[in-house]
């Protein structure tokens, strides 16, 4: 067997309507189109995937994403092109996203380059371009992703 991707990721929100509002401007963006946006559930799909925000169940209303405890670490979409991890982040920088880090070079495989930034619930979020198939470079620690 060999998977076809990843057919969509979840995310549950503290803040639901700050977040729908981010990944409303965020995702369409990035290509994905919006195919629900109704009651708690802000979904779309694109480049083989889906990617949806939630609303919490009530008793978890308003708490942050905690990046290293056990679940969710971080979220990565790869482009095709080096510019458009620049594209991107300069549209981040118009809709007063957190920046974690600008575009940069990063040694988890020849010719890393990304951009790494947080939802308004701090979930992170980074996107990467890597030349060719995107394989880890040799000697690396194995990790996909640039290191948070």
Known sequence: MEINGVAHI?????????????YRKLLPFLGLKPVLDAGNTYYCVGGR?????????????????????????HVCWRVREREEVDELYEFLKSIDAKIVHEPKDD????GYYSVLFEDPDGVRLEVNYVPGQGLLAP?????IGAPL
């Not at 979840?10 to 981010?22: K, L, P, Y």
């Not at 040694?107 to 020849?110: C, H, Q, T, V």
């Open 107 to 110: 040694d988890w495989a020849p």
């Open 139 to 143: 000697g690396s620690s194995g990790h």
């Open 49 to 73: 995937t889906g990617f949806a925000v939630r609303a919490p169940n009530a008793e978890h209303e308003g708490e942050r994403f905690v990046q290293n405890r056990v679940g969710l670490h």
């Open 10 to 22: 979840f995310i549950t929100a503290g803040d639901f309507e700050a977040s729908r509002a981010f």
